[in-house]
């Protein structure tokens, strides 16, 4: 995917971003998942992250990202968190992907990083890490 690139492990990555980054950047979304799902059907692709399990709090934070490869997209990927500002298709500029937390970058000069963190077991993370692979454009979704 044109003008994007993945760190998925913190590790590879060395740190996270700068607090001056994120400043420059504008006030990210942060909030601590309890629930994360990775779904897949057909040439859909979808990763998301709840606060909680009640779905019919509008207050209660989220993120999902979609991606699909049935018709050409650009690129682009659809963005949706409890914050309006953050719903939309967005080129990602960057996802960094670690089995505690995420940090997603849509590439807009503003309001345009979601960092979620969260906790699970080695072989839950291997199926989010692949799927966000697939929506990131670093592994092809055959």
């Known amino acids: 995917m044109p003008n994007s690139t993945i760190e998925r492990d913190a590790r590879k990555s060395g740190a996270r971003p700068s607090l001056w980054t994120l400043e420059r950047e504008g006030r990210p979304v942060q909030f601590h998942a309890n629930h994360v799902s990775a779904s897949e059907d057909g040439d859909y692709y979808q990763v998301m992250f709840e606060a909680g399990e009640d779905a019919g709090d509008p207050q209660r934070p989220y993120l ?74 670093a592994i092809d979704p055959l």
């Open 64 to 137: 999902v990202i979609q991606r699909q490869f049935e018709d050409p997209d650009g690129g682009l990927c659809y963005v949706e968190t409890h914050d309006e500002k953050y719903i939309g298709h967005f080129r990602v500029r960057r996802i960094d992907l670690s089995p505690t937390r995420i940090v997603l970058e849509i590439d807009r000069p503003e309001a345009n990083v979601v960092e979620v963190t969260f906790g699970m077991a080695s072989s839950d993370f291997k199926l989010v890490a692949r799927v966000v692979d697939i929506i990131a454009g």
